[in-house]
């Protein structure tokens, strides 16, 4: 199932995308079903629905908190020179502020000058939860979504952490839905810049995979249903600039595309 949140009007409601074409991908036929509230805990359809050009997907999540993971792929570290291997998941926090949707504009801010992009498979909280053991982890995940874990790498190297490098507004793209029928394993993460591709890499070579990832952050602080933790960038990760299209696509989830502009 499909999950998405879309603007009708001027209001805003979840909905579950119907009659996707034989890649999975929405197309002619495509329609929402709006949902009666939230899609946490039971998925209540309202009755409505629309044709998917109709509407605007925004973020399919509004999150209490984004917790992302770095450091959990090798290669990535190395291209970063970010030191070490991690023994243990290292956490970070993104606001959820920096929280934007399909289609919106990763704004650069005027206190850096190096941003880029970091393709991320994103994990999405279905209920509350802490403590949670890694052979548990299924049941607190709603589903997956596709992340772009925006940094601005000179304050990122100049700060010595991370707040202000990950945290401008527009810096957590996710979308273009939630798919809660899906395996992590072996799936490719790439993104592409103006069709050209820059990441290439695989959920394989996760450093900490998602389980461990979950149990390490739930014993850290209670996830809210809709939280969102991010899971590490492969290599690839190179500078955007002001006119660039970014797209981060996943295999068996979808593509998120964001326009990039100067901060007004
Ligand atoms: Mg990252």
């Given at each position: 199932m499909r999950i998405c949140r879309v603007a009708v009007g001027d209001e805003l409601f979840f909905g579950v995308l119907e009659g996707l074409d034989a890649?999975?991908?929405?197309?002619?036929?495509?329609?929402?079903?709006?949902?009666?509230?939230?899609?946490?805990?039971?998925?209540?359809?309202?009755?409505?629905?629309?044709?998917?050009?109709?509407?605007?997907?925004?973020?399919?999540?509004?999150?209490?908190?984004?917790?992302?993971?770095?450091?959990?792929?090798?290669?990535?570290?190395?291209?970063?020179?970010?030191?070490?291997?991690?023994?243990?998941?290292?956490?970070?926090?993104?606001?959820?502020?920096?929280?934007?949707?399909?289609?919106?504009?990763?704004?650069?801010?005027?206190?850096?000058?190096?941003?880029?992009?970091?393709?991320?498979?994103?994990?999405?909280?279905?209920?509350?939860?802490?403590?949670?053991?890694?052979?548990?982890?299924?049941?607190?995940?709603?589903?997956?979504?596709?992340?772009?874990?925006?940094?601005?790498?000179?304050?990122?190297?100049?700060?010595?952490?991370?707040?202000?490098?990950?945290?401008?507004?527009?810096?957590?793209?996710?979308?273009?839905w939630i798919e809660t029928d899906f395996a992590w394993e072996d799936r490719a993460i790439r993104c592409t810049v103006n069709d050209e591709l820059r990441q290439d890499g695989t959920t394989n070579d996760m450093l900490f995979d998602v389980a461990t990832v979950v149990e390490a952050v739930s014993a850290v602080m209670t996830l809210l249903p809709g939280d969102v933790i991010l899971t590490g960038s492969p290599s690839g990760t190179k500078p955007i600039k002001a006119g660039d299209s970014v797209t981060v696509r996943i295999d068996g989830i979808g593509s998120l595309t964001n326009p990039v502009v100067d901060r007004a």
């Open positions: 890649q999975g991908e929405p197309g002619e036929g495509t329609v929402i079903a709006l949902l009666e509230g939230h899609p946490f805990g039971e998925i209540v359809p309202d009755g409505r629905l629309v044709r998917f050009e109709d509407v605007r997907l925004v973020a399919p999540v509004l999150p209490s908190k984004v917790v992302a993971i770095g450091k959990n792929y090798l290669d990535h570290i190395r291209e970063v020179g970010l030191g070490e291997a991690p023994p243990e998941p290292l956490m970070f926090l993104k606001p959820s502020t920096a929280v934007v949707g399909p289609g919106d504009p990763i704004e650069l801010p005027w206190q850096s000058e190096h941003v880029e992009h970091e393709a991320e498979l994103a994990i999405v909280i279905g209920r509350v939860c802490r403590e949670v053991p890694r052979e548990r982890v299924a049941e607190v995940i709603l589903g997956y979504t596709c992340a772009n874990d925006v940094t601005a790498r000179d304050l990122q190297t100049r700060d010595g952490q991370w707040a202000r490098a990950k945290g401008f507004d527009s810096f957590c793209p996710l979308g273009p």
